[in-house]
C-alpha cells in the first residue's frame, strides 16, 4: 500500500511530518510518497539521519499556507504540495492522501479534484474524539457551514459506516446535537433530519445535548459544520484549560506536589485518554477516495496515527460500503 503524504502542510512541516512518516512505513510496512521541494525534503532526512527506506519524493515547487484561500488549491498553487498530492491520488498513484495543511483547500481539493462519492451532496470533516469512556464521531466538524436535512442524514450514514468498518463499533449509536432531547426541539433543519433520521435503518437514538456528547451518549454526533465546528473547538479548549487547571493545582504547593506523586500513573492515563494526537486528524468523508486532514499542529506521532487510519480506512473499503448504501 502506497500513501501519498503532504511534507509541507501543517505549522511543523517539513521536519515533524518526515519524521512521522519514517515511523510509519517503519511500523506499518507501507510505501509512503511525500510530495514537496525535494532537496529540501532530502535535506530533513540528512540532517536528522532518518531513514528513507520504502519512501520516495514527487517534487514540486509551492506550499499552500494558512493565509491561502481555500481555492488556491485548484488556482493558482497547482504545483503545491497539497494539490500534487491530491493530483497524485486521483491518477491511483496512491491508496490514501494525508495532508496537515489548509483545511478549507483540502475539503476544496477533496471535493472538485478528488470528485464526491455518487450520490453524496458534500463531504464533511470527521473528527473522532475522546468521550468518558471511548470516542465518537463529529459529523460534520466544519466542512459546510449551511446544511440540508438530506445531507444531514448522509453525514449520519457515513459517519455509522466508518465507526464500524474503521473504528470497530458494532451497530454505532446515531445522535442528533440539539438544544434538548425532545424530537420537536430546534430549528427547521433539525427537526426535519431527526424525521429522516427516526425514519432510517441507522440506529439513531434521538437528540443529544451539548452537555451529553462527552458522556459518549452515542458514536456519532450529527450536525451542521458552524455547529460542529462551535462544539469541536470548545471541546479541546475546556480540555486544555482543564488538564492546565489540574497542573496547577498539583504544582502548587508542597502537599499538591506530594499528592501528585502518589496519582502520577493515573493522571498520564487520563492525559493519553484525552490527547487527539491518538485520533490522528480527520478524514473527508464522501470523497471517493481516502483523504485524511490530520490536525494543523501535528507532531510525529500525530501524523503516524493519521497515516495508520488512512491505512485502516482503505482496508476496511469504507468508501466501497457508503456508496453501496445509498
Same mark, same amino acid.
Given at each position: 500500500?502506497?500513501?501519498? &503524504?503532504?511534507?509541507?502542510?501543517? $505549522?511543523?512541516?517539513?521536519?515533524?511530518?518526515?519524521?512521522?512518516?519514517?515511523?510509519?512505513?517503519?511500523?506499518?510496512?507501507?510505501?509512503?510518497?511525500?510530495?514537496?521541494?525535494?532537496?529540501?525534503?532530502?535535506? =530533513?532526512?540528512?540532517?536528522?539521519?532518518?531513514?528513507?527506506?520504502?519512501?520516495?519524493?514527487?517534487?514540486?515547487?509551492?506550499?499552500?499556507?494558512?493565509?491561502?484561500?481555500?481555492?488556491? #488549491?485548484?488556482?493558482?498553487?497547482?504545483?503545491?504540495? +497539497?494539490?500534487?498530492?491530491?493530483?497524485?491520488?486521483?491518477?491511483?498513484?496512491?491508496?490514501?492522501? =494525508?495532508?496537515?495543511?489548509?483545511?478549507?483547500?483540502?475539503?476544496?481539493?477533496?471535493?472538485?479534484?478528488?470528485?464526491?462519492?455518487?450520490?453524496?451532496?458534500?463531504?464533511?470533516?470527521?473528527?473522532?474524539?475522546?468521550?468518558?469512556?471511548?470516542?465518537?464521531?463529529?459529523? $460534520?466538524?466544519?466542512?459546510?457551514?449551511?446544511?440540508?436535512?438530506?445531507?444531514?442524514?448522509?453525514?449520519?450514514?457515513?459517519?455509522?459506516?466508518?465507526?464500524?468498518?474503521?473504528?470497530?463499533?458494532?451497530?454505532?449509536?446515531?445522535?442528533?446535537?440539539?438544544?434538548?432531547?425532545?424530537?420537536? %426541539?430546534?430549528?427547521?433543519?433539525?427537526?426535519?433530519?431527526?424525521?429522516?433520521?427516526?425514519?432510517?435503518?441507522?440506529?439513531?437514538?434521538?437528540?443529544?445535548?451539548?452537555?451529553?456528547?462527552?458522556?459518549?451518549?452515542?458514536?456519532? &454526533? #450529527?450536525?451542521?459544520?458552524?455547529?460542529?465546528?462551535?462544539?469541536?473547538?470548545?471541546?479541546?479548549?475546556?480540555?486544555?484549560?482543564?488538564?492546565?487547571?489540574?497542573?496547577? +493545582?498539583? +504544582?502548587?504547593? !508542597?502537599?499538591? %506536589?506530594?499528592?501528585?506523586?502518589? =496519582?502520577?500513573?493515573?493522571? %498520564?492515563?487520563?492525559?493519553?485518554?484525552?490527547?487527539?494526537?491518538?485520533?490522528?486528524?480527520?478524514?473527508?468523508?464522501?470523497?471517493?477516495?481516502? !483523504?485524511?486532514?490530520?490536525?494543523?499542529?501535528?507532531?510525529? #506521532?500525530? =501524523? %503516524?496515527?493519521?497515516?495508520?487510519?488512512? #491505512?485502516?480506512?482503505?482496508?476496511?473499503?469504507?468508501?466501497?460500503?457508503?456508496?453501496?448504501?445509498?
Amino acid at each position: 500500500m502506497n500513501i501519498i &503524504v503532504d511534507a509541507f502542510g501543517g $505549522d511543523n512541516a517539513p521536519l515533524e511530518i518526515i519524521k512521522g512518516c519514517v515511523e510509519a512505513v517503519a511500523e506499518y510496512n507501507i510505501n509512503i510518497t511525500l510530495t514537496g521541494d525535494e532537496t529540501e525534503i532530502k535535506n =530533513v532526512f540528512s540532517e536528522n539521519s532518518l531513514s528513507m527506506n520504502n519512501i520516495e519524493i514527487c517534487h514540486c515547487t509551492q506550499k499552500i499556507t494558512m493565509e491561502d484561500s481555500a481555492e488556491s #488549491v485548484l488556482k493558482e498553487k497547482k504545483d503545491s504540495s +497539497m494539490a500534487v498530492g491530491l493530483r497524485l491520488l486521483n491518477e491511483g498513484k496512491g491508496d490514501a492522501f =494525508v495532508s496537515a495543511g489548509n483545511s478549507g483547500a483540502l475539503c476544496v481539493g477533496a471535493t472538485l479534484a478528488i470528485k464526491r462519492i455518487k450520490g453524496i451532496k458534500r463531504p464533511a470533516f470527521a473528527p473522532v474524539m475522546p468521550s468518558e469512556n471511548g470516542f465518537f464521531m463529529l459529523m $460534520d466538524g466544519g466542512a459546510n457551514v449551511e446544511c440540508r436535512p438530506e445531507m444531514l442524514y448522509q453525514f449520519a450514514v457515513m459517519g455509522s459506516i466508518y465507526m464500524e468498518k474503521v473504528m470497530g463499533i458494532k451497530n454505532p449509536r446515531v445522535g442528533l446535537a440539539n438544544v434538548g432531547a425532545e424530537e420537536h %426541539k430546534g430549528t427547521e433543519l433539525y427537526r426535519n433530519t431527526h424525521e429522516l433520521l427516526q425514519n432510517s435503518n441507522l440506529n439513531f437514538i434521538g437528540n443529544v445535548e451539548g452537555r451529553d456528547i462527552p458522556n459518549g451518549m452515542c458514536d456519532v &454526533v #450529527v450536525c451542521d459544520g458552524f455547529t460542529g465546528n462551535l462544539i469541536l473547538k470548545t471541546y479541546e479548549g475546556v480540555a486544555l484549560v482543564m488538564m492546565k487547571q489540574i497542573k496547577n +493545582m498539583f +504544582m502548587g504547593s !508542597v502537599k499538591g %506536589k506530594l499528592a501528585a506523586g502518589l =496519582v502520577m500513573k493515573d493522571l %498520564k492515563n487520563m492525559k493519553t485518554h484525552f490527547d487527539y494526537n491518538r485520533y490522528g486528524g480527520a478524514p473527508i468523508l464522501g470523497a471517493s477516495k481516502p !483523504v485524511f486532514k490530520a490536525h494543523g499542529s501535528a507532531k510525529a #506521532v500525530t =501524523v %503516524k496515527n493519521a497515516i495508520r487510519l488512512s #491505512v485502516e480506512y482503505v482496508k476496511a473499503n469504507a468508501i466501497e460500503a457508503i456508496s453501496s448504501s445509498l
